[in-house]
């Protein structure tokens, strides 16, 4: 039997623009910057500069009665633009200014690590195919230094890429001089060997001597912190086995990560916000490098206008003033979703300061306030995916350091007097505790919990172990000194 239904079904799609406008919302400066550039690029009525035409307000409300044929693609930018007004030097930063032509970051150049390595290979000698074969480790050492590869995999890859084929102990005897180049330890193919390398080359001196034995017949005891077993299985004191400690402890556990000419590409961190404190209240300005000067090319727009006057219409010339169009609706929108863009940036920021006002004035960890994506979206009326967007890319410089804005952003607990407060406040506190303790006997996760509900947070043992490892703080035994 046939059964007809009639539902009613709310839905919301968001438009290409709205899509657009969201993704340059989310894109942090430098990226929005190589994006206006492409813009420029594929849109000939943009326009850089200050200079604004006449025809951008004309233009704005202008109907066409003479080309019928010709498809408007008009939008009225009130349904997305807000009416908060925000003075034009707030959304600048003050020490940049639109004049400046060089906006690149410097990158330093220099010998990448692997080169730095074949380098040194130039200096020995090799037999046969073992120089084709150390190349080829240096071409598997990875950023740290390591490789992290068994010696058949590394016998296979030769013969299967190469077309060298060898045996392990042709590897190894390769592998030898690789481990014998500069910084000690490249090569290592996990921690341990790379620690025997490192001490291999030290003097012998009797707290090295002590300290190889240990990392070469007892590794697994001394990377758990089993320093009675040690005790016990060298016949040693603790000041022999502190001494030997102390030597392991200023080795290098990534060598790689040493090279200073490491050329590695390098994030650079743009602040897309600026905090300062003038006369104990706090101002904040947006990145200048968010808010180039554009308008629309007086050419596009005189093109335009010759058509309109022109007292004969054919069908190429309506072609052709159909694709300025097409470009200068492109390029006013643009135009008006990066000022949409600002005010949004601005807003944000400036409602997220006010919640913490008091951590940034005061740069103590302990004020932040317990605060949720929900809380900023209802105070500027904007949706929480807005929001998100903000917090997970951009970046704010502050008097006390440049932070992720979403690090700000935390759950609430309880404390004792029923009050909420910011678990980054807890983290900190806990933090705080776990430095000041006797390294020697330190705090369990349960004394933790106690230590933290005597100062008026009961939180339980469970939840100090996730912040705990939250912290990249190891458990008791391994924080353990002698």
Request: charged share 35%; with cysteine; glycine share 4%.
């Amino acid at each position: 039997m046939l059964k007809q239904r009639l539902n009613l079904k709310l839905s919301q799609k968001l438009s290409p623009q709205q899509i657009q406008l969201m993704k340059l919302i989310q894109l942090p400066t430098l990226a929005f910057e190589q994006r206006v550039k492409q813009e420029y690029e594929e849109n000939p009525a943009l326009d850089a500069g200050k200079e604004k035409d006449e025809f951008e307000d004309e233009f704005k409300n202008e109907s066409d009665e003479d080309d019928h044929d010709v498809i408007e693609t008009e939008f009225d930018v009130d349904d997305y633009l807000s009416d908060d007004e925000i003075p034009n030097y707030k959304l600048k930063a003050n020490n940049y200014s639109a004049d400046d032509e060089d906006k690149q970051v410097p990158y330093a150049s220099g010998t990448s690590f692997s080169q730095f390595l074949k380098n040194q290979l130039q200096t020995y000698t090799f037999r046969g195919d073992q120089e084709d074969i150390a190349y080829f480790l240096v071409g598997s050492v990875d950023d740290s230094g390591y490789i992290r590869r068994s010696l058949i995999d590394i016998v296979d890859d030769l013969a299967f890429t190469q077309n060298i084929y060898t045996d392990e102990e042709s590897v190894k005897k390769a592998l030898k001089i690789v481990q014998s180049l500069d910084p000690a330890g490249v090569g290592a193919r996990d921690l341990r060997e790379c620690l025997l390398i490192q001490l291999q080359r030290k003097d012998k001196t009797e707290s090295v001597s002590l300290a190889y034995r240990i990392i070469d017949e007892a590794f697994d005891k001394f990377s758990k912190k089993h320093y009675d077993k040690l005790l016990q299985k060298f016949g040693i004191s603790e000041e022999k086995l502190k001494d030997a400690i102390e030597e392991i402890e200023h080795l290098n556990p990534k060598p790689g990560a040493s090279y200073s000419g490491n050329t590695k590409s390098v994030e650079h961190v743009i602040p897309d916000f600026a905090i300062h404190i003038k006369n104990g209240e706090l101002e904040l300005t947006l990145n200048g490098r968010n808010a180039p000067e554009m308008h629309i090319s007086r050419d596009y727009s005189n093109m335009l206008k010759g058509y309109k006057e022109a007292k004969t219409k054919t069908k190429e010339q309506k072609e052709a003033v159909f694709f300025i169009k097409q470009k200068l609706d492109s390029a006013k929108w643009f135009i008006d979703a990066i000022k949409q863009r600002q005010e949004t940036l601005y807003s944000t920021m400036y409602a997220i300061m006010m919640h913490q006002e008091e951590y940034f004035l005061t740069g103590d960890e302990r004020t932040l306030r317990p605060m949720i994506l929900k809380d900023i979206a209802e105070k500027i009326n904007m949706d929480i995916s807005t929001i998100s967007r903000v917090a997970n890319s951009k970046y704010v410089e502050t008097p006390y350091g440049t932070f992720l804005i979403k690090s700000f952003f935390s759950e609430s607990m309880k404390n004792e007097e029923g009050e909420d407060v910011s678990t980054r406040e807890i983290k900190k506190i806990l933090e705080m505790t776990i430095e000041s303790e006797d390294k020697k006997k330190p705090h369990t996760d349960a004394k933790l919990a106690q230590i933290l509900k005597e100062k008026g947070y009961p939180i339980a043992r469970r939840t100090i172990a996730k912040y705990r490892e939250q912290l990249d703080v190891p458990v008791a035994r391994l924080r353990k000194e002698i």
